[in-house]
């Protein structure tokens, strides 16, 4: 897993549109500010657009020169942006490259990022949920969900939620004894009332109880935290709440909820402008809601 000198932190969603690349760029930028060293990686395979985020053109070299062999080191995809202490790797622009990753490319990139010289390593996820995506997410030692308060965005969660459980799932030593009851599990839907994860884990439990201490130990291991996005009223913040609560009951996960984000006209207008969110508009209530999460995060 990831080494404990520097702390690596994962933005994902179901969905695309949701705001990863708007909180990668500015909880990039409050730890920055906070005079930590910070490397934003923008992993989002074939729409990439972290470096527009964080007021920077198009970098000349890109995750794609990596994994095509024309640049050799991950060091010399490094980009200075506006603020000190605050690098971009700009991700790949060629989406076919990043999608057909094999495992070992995989490892290696992640094995490189974490010899970067930095405090915190973020990775801007792409949508969906590609392996090469969940697995990025799942190697981060800290996950982090941008969710609208919209049924399409929710729904998208709960689908990735689930893609990293069973991904995770895959993983442990000596699964494949239960083979035939994950994908009986796998196949479940929330409102069949059929087996659920939570109701997977007890029942492997109770039938190989070493194997499933294994799996308790590893899927309490996954606690992503939820970011409400375009917050309007407090309806909107309470989604974020029985979030929580259906993904306890389902999925036996904790989730933290270290805050929201309020709808803000000032998003779209710093984007229009190319310009960093929270350095354009240093007033907006947004500093304060990014200030207070990325406190929160730290802390947790």
Not at 133 to 144: M, N, Q, R, S, V
Not at 216 to 231: A, D, K, T
Not at 267 to 285: A, D, G, M, N, T
Request: with cysteine; proline share 4%.
């Amino acid at each position: 897993m990831i080494s404990n000198q520097k702390k690596i932190w994962a933005v994902g969603g179901g969905k695309g549109g949701v705001g990863k690349s708007l909180v990668s760029a500015n909880v990039s930028i409050c730890l920055a500010l906070m005079g930590h060293k910070v490397i934003s990686v923008d992993l989002d395979l074939g729409g990439a657009n972290l470096h527009t985020c964080l007021g920077l053109p198009i970098p000349s070299t890109t995750l794609s020169d990596y994994i095509a062999g024309k640049v050799s080191r991950l060091e010399d995809l490094l980009v200075s942006t506006p603020i000190a202490n605050l690098k971009i790797i700009s991700g790949a622009q060629d989406e076919l490259g990043m999608a057909n990753l094999k495992n070992m490319h995989k490892n290696e990139i992640l094995h490189k990022l974490q010899q970067l010289d930095a405090d915190y390593i973020l990775f801007d996820l792409g949508a969906g949920t590609a392996f090469n995506t969940i697995d990025f997410f799942i190697h981060a030692d800290k996950g982090i969900l941008v969710v609208l308060p919209e049924p399409t965005s929710i729904e998208n969660t709960y689908r990735f939620i689930k893609t990293v459980f069973y991904r995770r799932l895959k993983t442990i030593e000596g699964i494949e004894v239960v083979e035939p009851l994950i994908e009986e599990a796998l196949n479940s839907k929330i409102a069949t009332g059929q087996m659920t994860p939570a109701d997977l884990v007890k029942k492997i439990a109770a039938d190989h109880p070493e194997l499933g201490a294994r799996i308790r130990s590893e899927i309490n291991l996954l606690r992503p935290n939820l970011i409400m996005n375009q917050v309007r009223s407090q309806a909107d913040i309470d989604i974020g709440y029985s979030i929580q609560s259906i993904c306890r009951k389902y999925f036996g996960i904790e989730m933290p909820f270290p805050g929201y984000l309020d709808y803000d006209q000032s998003v779209w207008q710093s984007v229009r402008k190319r310009k960093p969110l929270l350095i354009e508009f240093p007033h907006s209530k947004l500093v304060n809601n990014f200030d207070r999460i990325v406190h929160r995060l730290i802390e947790s």
